[in-house]
């Protein structure tokens, strides 16, 4: 035996300290798919924002004009003000509760159908064409048609709503649905289970998780549509907000809304985020 | 008495370079509680036989028919077990192995008392309430093999359950599922193209041919059971494989010449 090789029962040594093997700068951070030490991560994330906060305050800096880009500063005393001596929780409000019916309708028709075209072919093959059409055309294109149609009213708003969610959300569904493994199924069948019970106790639950991603991402859509319509003729909401202020050229206004919309969206995708992971605890992660 | 028989089944479907012929006249019948391998090389359509045995496909011509009913439609006599597992991933191991009981409303206690046995006998224990995700691949067929067993089925199929298994673990399903087999008796058919998984596992090794698929030579495994594996160096052992390895290369190369045939 060669005095090179360690043996187990040698005597334990003191602990040495395991000298971590690196490489180098290059490697370690331009690997593609590569990852990084977690502290990086952090200080880039965190960097990012640094950057921002210090573009901005040396571009308002540099020109000087409110009425251009207000410093951040200005725009917070803004954001505070707005929601204490301007009714923004009232729009705030009525932005939430549009974006929420708006959304749950599409929602409510959008999965079952996009269930239905992903597991029956007779379902697809009737449904797909059209909404395959539709999906193309820009929601906020139906506006002036919706203002025709149903007023300046709410109809008008969730109708946008619907449409600028409902086309995408079917397909994508459709997709997940389509995607569940036929083995699944026919491993109930193989087990004894009916059409209906495959259905039910496989099918559905099979699409779940991803249904609920599909609803996650459509729902950021939906605030796109959501002030697009709110720009055009509302009484209140965030958009309003925003239309209101450029009438009073309050910049500083404006980009404070802009921000909330943002965090809005934020802590919806957290609650998403937060459902997922309490309803579907067997999910395997695929990215960390 | 459970026996599964194949009469005459032939399986031709249209495409748009015409018809594709995969199976033909396969004729064949598995006696009560024999173990039966098919072996073949790859695109034979031995998957498709399993298939229409289970019921999931319906054959041109011909029938299966299981203890002398036809086998139309899938059913729980008929288990099957297939290599991608198919675990349902919401369900713990318990109740993946019990999904079939759930089925049938066995009662609770019945179906514990049974998927506890399995989760033993598979040695599965400590992961009854584990999902799907935290097992290893042989983990997860183990459970994919009791959830079949659990149903208490006349026949199981077996479509290339070990394939996506490394070398090792497959060896020790191999021995675990030959157990099995001698303690329960169930009439099997096993598709694989692993040449000493057929014979270790095997009464009987049905080689087929290259497309369309036919049986071309039927071949007794005459080693002694209970079969452990240091049976896979015997002598005995060693002459079957040269013989399946022989015929199964005779129809591997037809198969490539025919597809340069065609090219």
Known sequence: ?288 | MSEIRFVDVAMRYPTRRGEVRALQQISLAVPDGQFACIVGPSGCGKSTLLSIAAGLVLPTEGEVLVDGKPAYSPGPDRGMVFQSYSLYPWLSVRRNIEFGLEIKRTPKSERTRQSSELIHLMKLDGFAEAFPKALSGGMKQRVAIARALANDPEVLLMDEPFGALDALTRQIMQELLTDLWQRYRKTVLFVTHDIDEAIFLGDVIYIMTNRPGRIRTTLNVDLPRPRSFDMVTSPRFAELRNQVVGIIHEESMKAVESELARA
Request: glycine share 6%; charged share 15%.
């Open chain 1, 1 to 288: 035996m060669s005095e090179r090789v360690p043996t187990t029962q040698a005597a334990p040594a003191a602990p040495a300290r395991v000298q971590r093997r690196r490489r180098g700068l290059l490697r370690t951070y331009l690997t593609p798919k590569q990852a990084i030490p977690r502290s990086a991560r952090l200080v880039l994330g965190i960097g990012s924002f640094v950057v921002i906060i210090t573009l901005w305050s040396v571009g308002s800096a540099l020109i000087n004009n409110p009425l251009f880009l207000p410093s951040i500063p200005r725009v917070g005393t803004a954001w505070i003000d707005m929601w204490q001596h301007q009714h923004f929780l009232g729009d705030v409000a009525w932005s939430t509760f549009r974006i929420v019916a708006g959304f749950l309708i599409a929602a409510a028709m959008a999965v079952p159908l996009g269930l239905l075209m992903g597991s029956f072919e007779v379902v697809r093959s009737f449904f797909q064409p059209p909404i395959n059409a539709i999906r193309y055309m820009p929601a906020s294109a139906f506006i002036v048609l919706l203002i025709v149609l149903l007023g300046l009213g709410e109809e008008e708003k969730l109708t946008l709503i619907w449409i600028g969610v409902f086309f995408q959300l079917v397909l994508m569904v459709m997709d997940i649905a389509h995607r569940v493994p036929d083995e699944m199924l026919n491993v109930a069948y193989t087990l004894g289970a009916s059409r209906w019970k495959v259905f039910y106790k496989v099918f559905l639950p099979a699409t779940f998780p991803e249904v609920v991603d599909a609803l996650r991402i459509t729902m950021g859509w939906a605030w796109t549509y959501l002030i697009v319509a709110e720009l055009l003729g509302a009484e209140r909401g965030i958009g309003t907000f925003i239309i209101i202020s450029e009438r009073f050229l309050r910049m500083d206004r404006i980009i404070a809304a802009i921000i909330t919309i943002g965090i809005l969206g934020l802590i919806t995708d957290t609650i998403f985020g937060l459902i997922h992971r309490w309803a579907f605890p067997y999910v395997e992660k695929v990215h960390a």
